[in-house]
């Protein structure tokens, strides 16, 4: 047969880990509407770190939320791990983010009065565990992001880069199937950086599970196993490989 058939409209293939067709998103109305997503077809796999990269304000953030089910969009669908996030309620959607989801923001979103082993034991309590053994994951998570020694500080005390590994240990703590990240990397030294990468990497290759990195950082581009590129709402590419994406022109 010379022709590739077309991607099939059934159920994913088993090593998928997240499924997105033909998902469209637009944020207002009228002469306001923003199309920041048009029909986007996207898939990540089990075992694999996906970075999404392009230009600001390409769709990138609205994506994830929407493979997050943090965000209502308007047509299409979304599958992670067998879910599909467009046929369940909003409830269960939750449920189902709170066990197998775990997300970096852009804005790292620690709660202000909580220290650090507090804001990193919230999903680890959410699921569940008690007190002490989940700070005490949570301590042995801190130190994986090089914290060791500043559990008990809270987030107006720590710098930028360290908030950051606070969201990044908090994300990874309750060993999520999926991982998203959105530039996770944006307040790191190159030190850091590599340190953060290398974890994704490992928590990648486990069994079941997933990385979807959205970064603009081509220090780390060499983490990635494939690299999805937006534009302009939509994906314009997709490589085998980051060697094959000239990340120069951002
Ligand atoms: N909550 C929102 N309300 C209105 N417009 C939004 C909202 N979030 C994103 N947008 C718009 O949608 C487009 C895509 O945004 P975003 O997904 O944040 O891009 P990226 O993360 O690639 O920079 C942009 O034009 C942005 O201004
Ligand atoms: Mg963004």
Avoid: W
Avoid at 123 to 144: D, F, T, V
């Amino acid at each position: 047969m010379a022709e590739a058939l077309p991607s099939s409209p059934l159920a994913p293939a088993a090593d998928i880990a997240v499924h997105v067709r033909g998902v469209d998103k637009t944020f207002g109305r009228g002469e306001a509407a923003v199309q920041a997503l048009k029909g986007v077809h996207f898939d990540a796999r089990q075992g694999e770190l996906l970075m999404i990269v392009g230009p600001s304000g390409c769709g990138k953030t609205t994506l994830l939320s929407v493979i997050a089910g943090t965000l209502e969009f308007d047509t299409g669908e979304v599958d992670v791990f067998g879910s599909a996030l467009h046929d369940l309620p909003p409830s269960e959607i939750t449920a189902f983010r709170r066990r197998n989801i775990g997300f970096i923001f852009q804005s790292f979103n620690l709660v202000p009065t909580l220290n650090a082993l507090e804001n990193v034991s919230i999903p680890l309590l959410i699921n569940g565990l008690g007190r002490k053994a989940a700070e005490s994951r949570s301590c042995q998570m801190l130190e994986k992001v090089g914290l060791a020694g500043r559990e008990r500080d809270t987030p107006l005390q720590l710098s930028g880069g360290q908030q950051q590994r606070v969201a990044i240990a908090r994300a990874l703590v309750h060993e999520p199937r999926l991982v998203i990240c959105d530039e996770p990397t944006s307040a790191l030294d190159r030190d850091n950086g590599r340190r953060v990468m290398e974890l994704m990497r490992e928590v990648a290759r486990a069994p079941g599970r997933c990385v979807i990195v959205v970064t603009h950082d081509n220090r780390i581009f060499k983490f990635a196993d494939r690299m999805t590129e937006m534009d302009d709402g939509r994906v314009a590419r997709v490589h085998d490989t980051h060697e094959t994406y000239d990340g120069s022109h951002h």
